[in-house]
DNA sequence: GTCAATTCACATGAAAGAGACCACGGTCTAGTG
DNA sequence: CTAGACCGTGGTCTCTTTCATGTGAATTGACGA
């Protein structure tokens, strides 16, 4: 394309008219006005949280449910509220929100406690400092604030899964040590078994109050799409029976929402890449194909090298034969590469673990299987459709170097 | 043929090490008046 | 005399290694019918 060639396209593209009137309103952060179908729930925790509003402190809140259910739009709709009807009648409450997954910023319990003392205004090190100092700083923080603190832990289970439950039960404790202020917290956890796991006490005091978010079903999901599609589209752009669709696609995903509004996201742009006008029900496959790849490719190229290595090795053992290959089979291959590639190869353990944490991420399948007197071992398979091997071993072989 | 013991090839856990990053306080050095 | 450079110590955090223990069914071999 001649420069002037790429004028007249940019010139052409903003005399198009665009297929969508306001596509925040289809994004991860965006905040609705209200919260449909969780009216039940919103109330519950409502009724629990407001007593902050005269002082007293609301019982500790542990919310549950699985992705996409609405548990952190709804935790953020209320204490907007909350934060609104304080500021009118000046009523000191702080409520801070923290996403436990986030990393560097809260996945360690003294990450955690540095996050909250910044909240307050404070400057504290990201390291360098023993926790017992940073948990003091932060008791003499709030206790100087004088507030009631309502602290909403997202992902709470990533927190205790990677720190241990010690900082929840410190986090409760400190309140029989505070004077003029109180902590209240909210979990938030995506895992429906996550408390069983917990110290008994921690438990109790966390959950005094327990809300459960149910999946959306499919007729809901279709009402929160028309809201939303009726906000971020331009009328008659949407074709005959792409909500419902969509709706379905996302109710077979245990119900999750937020999926099935990035679908429709995506399935607009696609439409508006290839220039057509209305959203058709092959746009919406071709969505749904191009988030799972987006997501494997960039799940696959955020790896550390030794990852990349390792899955390397899975998709040649794959590629060659079968269908399935074995720990045992992966490591010897991956010794040989990792001598072409030089690098220092880790243990079979530290291997073991690395294919683990592939599963985890969704990239191969584990199952662990006993093959008796031939012992016992890790059966593995690919998580991603076939079609995309060859791609994906491009990427790898880019990412290694290799020819 | 039956049944318990054996055996394999790892899985899974716990603990500890290496190395990167960082704060803090003390000491040294060079520049200033 | 003082600001800044430069240690040493002690802390967190991530990725690994080392050591130890666990595991489930095919196989083996003793046993009795």
């Not at 198009?16 to 109330?43: C, D, G, M, T, W």
């Not at 407001?50 to 935790?75: C, D, H, Q, R």
Request: hydrophobic content about 35%; some cysteine; overall charge positive.
């Amino acid at each position: 394309m001649s420069g002037k060639g790429l004028n007249n396209f940019f010139k052409e593209y903003l005399n198009e008219k665009s297929i969508f009137l306001n596509k925040r309103v289809l994004q991860a952060s965006y905040n609705p006005e209200n919260v449909l179908h969780r009216e039940k729930e919103v109330n519950l925790i409502a009724n629990i949280l407001a007593p902050i509003l005269k002082k007293e402190k609301p019982s500790n809140v542990f919310i549950y449910g699985k992705t996409g259910t609405g548990k952190t739009l709804t935790m953020k709709y209320i204490s907007d509220h909350i934060n609104d009807v304080a500021d009118e009648k000046k009523i000191q409450v702080k409520i801070i929100y923290l996403n436990c997954k986030l990393k560097r910023v809260a996945d360690t319990e003294y990450r955690l406690i540095a996050q909250l003392v910044r909240e307050f205004g404070k400057d504290i090190p990201p390291t360098g400092l023993p926790t017992d100092e940073v948990y003091n700083i932060f008791f003499k923080t709030i206790e100087d604030s004088e507030v009631i603190l309502l602290l909403i832990l997202d992902e709470i289970d990533q927190l205790v899964n990677k720190a241990g439950d010690e900082i929840i039960y410190n986090l409760t404790r400190i309140n029989t040590e505070l004077d003029k202020s109180q902590i209240s917290l909210v979990g938030i956890s995506n895992s429906l078994v996550f408390t069983d796991n917990l110290d008994p006490r921690v438990r109790s005091s966390l959950s005094e109050e327990e809300v459960l978010f149910p999946p959306y079903n499919a007729l809901q999901i279709q009402d929160i799409l028309k809201k939303r599609a009726s906000i971020a589209f331009n009328s008659g752009v949407i074709g005959p029976g792409v909500i419902e669709k969509c709706a379905a696609y996302a109710a077979r995903e245990h119900g999750d929402a937020r999926r099935a509004i990035e679908l429709l996201r995506v399935a607009g742009e696609l439409t508006e890449r290839k220039k057509k006008k209305k959203i058709r029900l092959q746009e919406l496959d071709r969505a749904q194909e191009k988030i799972e790849k987006d997501r494997v490719i960039d799940t696959i190229q955020t790896q550390p090298k030794q990852s990349q290595t390792a899955l390397y090795c899975i998709t040649s053992l794959i590629n060659e034969m079968k269908n399935k290959t074995y720990t045992g089979e992966i490591y010897e291959k991956y010794k040989t590469l990792c001598i072409n590639l030089n690098l220092r190869p880790l243990t079979q353990r530290r291997i073991s673990d690395i294919i683990a944490e592939l599963d985890m991420l969704g990239i191969v399948n584990t199952n662990v299987v006993s093959r008796g007197r031939y012992g016992r071992t890790k059966e593995i398979t690919i998580g991603y459709p076939l079609s995309m091997t060859t791609k994906i071993r491009k990427i790898l072989e880019s990412e290694l170097g290799l020819s």
